[in-house]
């Protein structure tokens, strides 16, 4: 009998305790013969992104998401540092070395910065409270708001330079209006028809699409795919008939390369489908005993072509949750609540580059971005 390798046994046992996912359920069939006996695995990498230059910190980190070029970009809150955390101005006080960081950042594939820029300027009503953003298929980024008075989407090249903006700071017209936004969330933007799609949001109870290049309105729906309705609802009970409408808030959007729009109703405990058009596909609850914050925060793809796993951020349980796509079943999870890398604090957004990284982003307390690498799959006996 061979003797037993002890260098493979600590590799062994490192590997279980690197924010592996694991995986109870029963062998499922039919989901496009892919992965259908393993899950991804990811471990955290603790030193990405690396130290940001001019003494700059960042604030609650809102959105995440990857451009053409698996630059990582994020979006945070500035105001959000307390006193205690920066210098009020550029000249900083003694013993308060630092200063807010630009809004917008763009890192590389290292974790170094590229760029920053962002805040208020001419022509645009940049958000009080900026909430989500997203780089789609020619470059641009998309930012949201979910401020009292955040009721806008803005459109810019990656430089900074302000193309257009749909909706108002400060108008809004309930959820059945088609122009003005009501706390707008997050947004994709579909590549075929080049459409953006607006998860609407913090104040209304829908997803509306306009086109990409004008901001043109074009449709709009809300749970079920039906017409919206903003009377008051009862809260959320996990023990009663799925909700008709969609609560606040609408909390994400995710278009699958199959053509599939995938919606966070966050404190409804559920992912919606639909058809581009609106029509109603299925629906899936994750953790579907939460309450308050919901489980539903934030969603996208893992990377394979058929994209066979959805990951969604559920910043009440403080974790990421694995769906497998075809059924919306759980499938796995990964982290814990904790300061520590690969923990989180109100784990709030994620990203999926090409090679299957996550990257995730925390808000209140948490502050930061981090980045999870794809390992490879598990096998789930």
Not at 166 to 180: E, V
Not at 319 to 334: D, I, M, Q, S, T
Not at 346 to 374: C, M, P
Request: net charge neutral; glycine share 10%; charged share 20%.
């Amino acid at each position: 009998m061979k003797k037993l390798n002890y260098s493979h046994v600590i590799t062994i046992l490192l590997l279980l305790v690197s924010f592996s996912v694991v995986c109870g359920l029963p062998k499922e069939k039919g989901a496009a013969g892919e992965f259908t006996d393993s899950i991804p695995s990811f471990r955290v990498d603790p030193f990405w992104p690396k130290p940001l230059p001019n003494d700059w910190l960042i604030g609650q980190v809102a959105g995440v998401a990857v451009d053409s070029r698996n630059h990582i970009w994020i979006v945070h809150r500035p105001k959000s540092l307390g006193a205690d955390e920066y210098a009020p101005t550029e000249q900083p006080a003694s013993g308060l070395p630092y200063i807010p960081a630009p809004p917008v950042i763009e890192f590389d594939v290292e974790g170094n910065v590229v760029q920053a820029w962002g805040g208020p300027g001419k022509d645009f009503d940049w958000p009080v409270n900026p909430h989500g953003i997203f780089v789609d298929h020619e470059d641009n980024v998309w930012i949201g708001g979910s401020g009292p008075n955040d009721h806008q989407v803005l459109k810019f090249r990656p430089d900074g330079t302000f193309l257009f903006q749909i909706g108002n700071a400060g108008k809004t017209g309930g959820s059945n209006d088609k122009s003005l936004l009501g706390r707008p969330a997050e947004f994709d933007v579909d590549p075929v028809k080049n459409e953006v799609y607006i998860a609407d949001g913090y104040l209304n109870r829908r997803i509306i699409i306009f086109d990409a290049n004008t901001g043109k309105y074009l449709r709009h729906w809300g749970a079920y795919g039906k017409s919206p309705d903003d009377s008051p609802q009862d809260p959320y009970a996990p023990n009663m008939s799925p909700p008709h409408q969609f609560a606040n808030p609408v909390h994400a959007v995710r278009i699958s390369n199959d053509g599939l729009v995938y919606v966070c109703d966050r404190r409804n405990d559920r992912i919606q489908v639909f058809q581009k058009d609106g029509k109603f596909v299925q629906e899936g609850f994750i953790a579907r005993e939460t309450l308050g914050n919901g489980s539903a925060w934030d969603i996208d793809f893992s990377h394979d072509p058929r994209q066979t796993y959805i990951y969604v951020t559920d910043g009440t349980n403080q974790c990421v949750w694995l769906l497998r796509r075809y059924n919306l079943k759980v499938a796995g999870h990964f982290g814990r609540i904790g300061r520590y890398a690969g923990q989180f604090i109100w784990v709030h957004s994620l990203a999926v580059d090409s090679i299957g990284n996550i990257y995730t982003t925390e808000v209140y307390k948490g502050k930061r971005v981090q980045k999870f690498i794809y390992q490879a799959t598990l096998s789930k006996e």
